[in-house]
């Protein structure tokens, strides 16, 4: 019985977290925009400013950067693959130069042989 009451309490405990106001968000935004890293002197301000609890910040900053680094890896994997495609159009353009350059240089071969045996 005690295994369920404890069950319970955990199950109201997420069930009361209170959602971050527009204004909090807001302030939390900012603060992260230009530190990514919290400093404990810092945690302790936001959460006297927004009546928050210091845990709740640093969850808050936890996760927001996590969120950060993948969209940053996912900026940095598309700036990448765009690299990638572009190189590759150059190469295959090249390619066909190469191709090009080959016939051209065959031709003249071939003329220049044939110029030789008639002389």
């Not at 935004?29 to 530190?35: A, D, L, R, V, W």
Request: aromatic residues 6%; charged residues 35%.
């Amino acid at each position: 019985m005690e295994f369920l009451h404890c069950e319970s309490q955990k199950h109201n405990a997420k069930h009361n977290k209170k959602r971050l106001t527009q204004d909090q968000l807001r302030l939390l935004e900012k603060s992260f925009h230009y530190e990514k890293k919290l400093e404990p002197q810092r945690k302790l301000q936001l959460a006297r400013e927004l009546g928050l609890p210091p845990r709740q910040i640093a969850i808050w900053y936890q996760n927001k950067r996590a969120r950060w680094k993948t969209q940053s890896l996912e900026h940095d994997y598309n700036a990448l693959q765009l690299r990638l495609d572009t190189a590759l159009a150059e190469k295959r353009s090249l390619e066909k130069d190469v191709e090009r350059l080959r016939q051209e240089l065959d031709k003249a071969q071939e003329m220049l042989h044939m110029t030789l045996s008639q002389t």
